[in-house]
Structures are given as C-alpha cells and as structure tokens.
C-alpha cells in the first residue's frame, strides 16, 4: 500500500487568498510530482522534482510555485487564488523510473 | 511530442470481460502503466508491464503489449460492478529522451460502467 499524504481533500476558498496544499510521502521516493486534473478528466504535469533542491515545471503552465526542502515533502504553493485555478490537485511519488504512486488528491474550488 | 490516446467510455455486462485499450507514441517508454480511478480520488495503481515484455497477468487483470503497434490493452476478467471507475493508461519515457527526466504521460482515461 502506497504511503502518500495529501492535504486538505476539500478546500473551498475565496479569489485572492493564498494557499498551500500539501503532500508527503514515507516511502523515501527521490521523485515527486504535482498533477492537475480538470473536468474532462485528462491529467497534465505541472511540477515535478528529482530531489532535495530541485523543482522543475511540468508540461502545463502553472501559476503555482513548490519546493521541495525534505525528500518527504512537496508542498504546493498558490499566492493568489483565482477561479481558473479551481481543479483537482494530486500529488505522486516514484522511486527512480519505477512506477508512481498517488495521494488521494486535493479538489479546490476558488469562488 | 509523447501522446497517450484511449477511448472514454466502455460499458459492460456484470461478469462479462472489460478490455480497455491503449495506443502510444512513444516508442522509447520503459514502463507502461495502468491506473484506476474511482469518485472523488486519487489514482490506484493497477498493474504495470515493462516495455520488453508481452503480456502479464495478475489474477482477473491481464495486460497485452503489442510494441510494433504501440498499443496496450487491459482485460478485466468476470467485471463487477466494483470495478466501474476511470482507467488511465500511462507511460514512462527513459530519461535520456525525454529532456534529462522521466515523466509519465497519461491519457484521458476511458470510464468503465458495469451494469446487471
């Protein structure tokens, strides 16, 4: 069984506010990623990092921010939430190439 | 650039087989993955196959690769109705094609309905 966190499951929020979700993982993975899912279901990469120190941006624009200061813990940063940023958001670990495993995701509505 | 594509609806009878397919395009993926998704969460992985394999069976799930074709299939045996959900189709490029990293590019999903 997978062991990776994240949280809130359910954020509702209001336009301008400043959010972070979380995610942890304790399988000691090297890479972590941060998916966004909309509507029509299709998943796009928009972070993802290969360690300590080290974030890149996915293949989807993304007005948010992450970091990644321990190997366990991946937090995703939204200075400013607007309605176009309202999704659902999960986050995934993998150990090298070896296949990934997901957080039960976080699904933000901005109003 | 990598494309996953899958069909998005399929709908079968309880007990019956589920086959789910998949074509790729790129044709340097390591792994290819199988996901499934049921309401309001995350992605459960199902089962998995590395590129120089052709078929893996786990329990009532079996896996088919054609890699001339680029196409993957997922068969469920004797669906139930717990398996409705979304099933994601995924690959894993090698790191050196793909920019200096590895990444996993899905496709849409196709939603699975069993009925009685």
């Known amino acids: 069984e997978a062991d990776i966190y994240q949280t809130p499951r359910y954020l509702v929020i209001g336009t301008g506010k400043k959010i972070t979700l979380e995610c942890s993982q304790t399988?000691?993975?090297?890479?972590m990623y941060w998916y966004q899912q909309d509507p029509g279901m299709e998943l796009h990469l928009i972070h993802y990092?290969?360690?300590?120190?080290?974030?890149e941006k996915g293949d989807l624009s993304s007005e948010s921010t992450v970091s990644r200061i321990r190997t366990e813990h991946f937090p995703l940063t939204l200075e400013s939430a607007r309605p176009s940023h309202t999704s659902q958001y999960l986050c995934?670990?993998?150990?090298?190439?070896?296949?990934?495993?997901f957080g039960q995701g976080t699904r933000l509505t901005v109003v | 650039g990598e494309d996953v594509e899958q069909s998005l609806f399929l709908s079968v009878r309880e007990g019956d087989s589920s086959v789910i397919n998949c074509t790729y395009t790129?044709?340097?993926?390591?792994?290819l993955y199988w996901y499934k998704q049921e309401p309001g969460a995350g992605l459960q992985l199902l089962t998995y196959?590395?590129?120089?394999?052709d078929m893996k069976q786990d329990q009532r799930l079996t896996v088919l690769l054609n890699k001339k074709d680029k196409h993957l299939s997922l068969r469920i045996a004797d669906t139930q109705t717990g398996d409705s959900a979304i099933y994601f189709c995924?690959?894993?490029?090698?790191?050196?094609?793909?920019?200096?990293?590895?990444?996993?590019?899905f496709g849409a999903g196709t939603r699975l309905a069993v009925h009685p």
């Open positions: 995924a690959e894993s490029s090698s790191p050196e094609f793909s920019g200096g990293y590895n990444k996993l590019i």
């Open positions: 196959i590395f590129s120089n394999m």
């Open positions: 995934a670990s993998s150990e090298g190439d070896r296949k990934a495993f």
């Open positions: 790129d044709s340097s993926s390591t792994y």
């Open positions: 990092s290969y360690g300590v120190n080290s974030t």
């Open positions: 399988m000691g993975h090297d890479k």
